[in-house]
């Protein structure tokens, strides 16, 4: 609102003239009138209207009667901006490794470019995707978590877990769960995942269905493609962990240890496994929705993740790094 120089307008026109201001902006040309009127009295206009005397001084200062919009609030937004430090191939070698791999974080990125002598820090990697993703040039895949419950079975061969068992060396307990995979409308795949507690080695394979024969085929899986005997087997009280499974661990001599009801907590690794193998491989590397062509491609992805794929909980050492620096130690390799 502009006012003609030369007239200083008084208190009760002030509030005429205010009418094309905010409401805030009336607010405060209210205290301004409420100030000209009882003779320059701040501390009866704070009191009044329930404010602080800095706050009354700090619009009055502003305050012209000449321009009423001097009692609008201001952008905030600072005079200088941060501006990028990355160099363009920095900048690309970001987005090759994230397209690469779309479900890996700055920290897992950041180890990854170490490899290749490109020393960036997390913060900077974390930066650099936030310009890509607001320039349009990184797109993220869209998140779609399904979570199924299972109800608890007796077992004939599986026990609970004694208080006692150690879990020191990896293979001491492997942790084996599914997960229902559902790609596309008419499409229901059973995505079986094992882990070991200790070095977070995985054995991923999918399956048409999840029943006891498809589990017992995914045991024998487990055993070849473990690099270190397996001393238990830790399940939930689901169906396929029963029949042909239990049998096939009892002849295998192989502990066999079931959950208790409603506690997914005390699988919680294998349970966790199942976000990261469905964000970072179901929802971004698969073309072909069968299992005898998804297989050879979860058993890529599965190499991947134990030899490629730094793991925070191992301090962004891969599985693979882990087992050959204890036993290039010779340490016992202590659970996490």
Known sequence: MQIRRGKVPRARELLRLGCELSRAGQLRLAWVSHYLRHGHNAAFTCRHFGISRQTFYRWWRRYDPHNLSTLEDRSHRPHRHRQPTWTPSQSEAVLALRREYPRWGKDKLVVLLGRKHIR???????????????????????????IRRRKMRGRPWARRKPHFWPIRRPGDLVQLDTKEVRPARGVVLKH???????????????HERATSLAAAHF????VDRMPFPIAALQVDGGSEFAAEFEIACQQRNLPLFVLPPRSPKLNGQVERSHRTHH???????????????????????????????????????????????CKSHKQK???H
């Open 192 to 206: 079986f995942s094992a882990r070991d507690m200790v070095s977070r080695w995985d054995v991923l394979e999918v």
């Open 279 to 325: 964000e970072e491989f179901y929802q971004v590397i698969p073309d072909r929705w069968n299992v005898a062509q998804l297989n050879p491609q979860l058993r890529r992805w599965e190499h991947i993740y134990n030899t490629v794929r730094p793991h925070q909980a191992l301090h962004y050492l891969t599985p693979l790094e882990f087992l050959e620096r």
């Open 219 to 222: 045991l024998d899986a487990l």
């Open 120 to 146: 960036l820090s997390t913060s900077m990697v974390g930066r650099i995707l936030n310009d890509l993703k607001r320039r349009g040039v990184l797109v993220e895949a869209p998140a779609k978590v399904v």
């Open 333 to 335: 390799a202590e659970c």
